[in-house]
């Protein structure tokens, strides 16, 4: 009997060695199987971006699509995904995607409640150190390798709203970067020094509104296409064709001379700030 069945395990394994063989044999099969396995290498998982943030973020166009159409000019495919912020809900905003690669903070946000949201109030907020470590560890818990991004706001109004002011904000998120290793954008500080440079364009929607206009919105999607890719925003289109609801396609145009001088300010200021921006590992 045991004769008999290890007879019968030889001839199976001779079977399963001859149709493998013939298999390998056949340049089709072997030809698709290499085309697969190069599909998967040319075609990895697309990263998951996340971007979150109130009225800074999304006026007059959110910041999720205008960055998501510049990576795609690019050809550099990612999964860009807006959220409304819940700092006190950190955990159920992750939950939409198993893993985030990018995480994207206004970090206007942290350390304030909800009674200042529209006051204006650009001051650091004297629970920033700990809102901030809060934050990077909820983040963590989900998606351990996730590169944190910090959104620094300007200083559209009242006595520091200046270059200086501005740099301020921007040292305090470094400072936090620094303790809690995460990344910082150069939004800020772009930001205001263009409101202050260029008069003629809308960086702002108006004189009492200190929320971007559409070539502020324009140049902090610049400054973050920087530090997500570490590549100059300089040479993107002028026209970026955005996805909106429904999977409507609209255009977001900027006049070419514009479009220039805010890709190259975007990348003046990160690349005069780079030794700040990417403390974290």
């Not at 206004?106 to 004297?126: I, Q």
Request: proline share 6%; charged share 25%.
């Amino acid at each position: 009997m045991y004769q008999v069945l290890s007879l019968v395990v030889i001839a199976a394994a001779v079977l399963f060695a001859s149709s493998t063989a013939i298999r390998a044999a056949d340049p089709l099969e072997a030809a698709r199987d290499k085309d697969s396995a190069a599909k998967t290498e040319k075609n990895p998982a697309r990263p998951n971006l996340l971007i979150i943030g109130a009225s800074s973020l999304n006026s007059p166009v959110g910041q999720t699509q205008l960055v998501s159409a510049m990576l795609k000019s690019q050809k550099i495919e990612m999964n860009a995904e807006g959220a409304y912020p819940k700092l006190d809900a950190v955990a159920e905003t992750l939950r939409a995607k198993k893993q985030w690669d990018y995480v994207v903070l206004d970090a206007w946000h942290l350390g304030r409640s909800r009674k200042d949201w529209g006051t204006g109030s650009a001051a650091v907020p004297e629970e920033f150190p700990n809102a901030t470590a809060r934050f990077v560890k909820e983040v963590r818990t989900h998606s351990p390798k996730c590169k944190i991004i910090l959104f620094p706001w300007w200083v559209p109004s009242g006595p520091k709203a200046s270059k200086e002011g501005a740099m301020e904000v921007f040292s305090a998120c470094v400072e936090q970067a620094k303790a809690n290793e995460i990344w910082v954008a150069t939004t800020g500080p772009a930001f205001m020094e263009a409101l202050l440079e260029r008069t003629d364009l809308k960086i702002v929607k108006s004189k009492s509104d200190g929320h971007p206009g559409a070539h502020g919105a324009y140049l902090n999607a610049c400054s973050l296409f920087a530090i997500i890719t570490d590549k100059s925003p300089v040479g993107l289109p002028t026209t970026l064709e955005l996805e909106g609801a429904d999977d409507k396609r609209k255009e977001f145009v900027v006049a070419p001379n514009d479009a220039k001088y805010l890709q190259e300010f975007a990348w003046k200021v990160y690349q005069r700030e780079i030794k700040q921006t990417k403390p974290g590992k």
